[in-house]
């Protein structure tokens, strides 16, 4: 399957996602370059930023 493809799969769900689901995607996806995860970060709200770092330490 296309790489492209299957990032504008993460990517929508991930848009349509709630806080935590979209945590979940954020930090078990694997195989995104920098620039995706980038991507994936513009549509993550910044006031729950403390949230997803936490979820990653």
Known sequence: MNAVVDFQEIKQRFI????????T???TT??????QFKELLKHFP???LDK??????
Do not use: N, P, W
């Open 25 to 27: 995607i954020y930090t």
């Open 30 to 35: 694997q195989g995104l370059t920098v620039e």
């Open 16 to 23: 349509q996602a709630d806080i935590d689901e979209k945590i």
């Open 46 to 48: 910044l006031q729950h």
């Open 52 to 57: 997803l770092e936490r979820a990653m330490a």
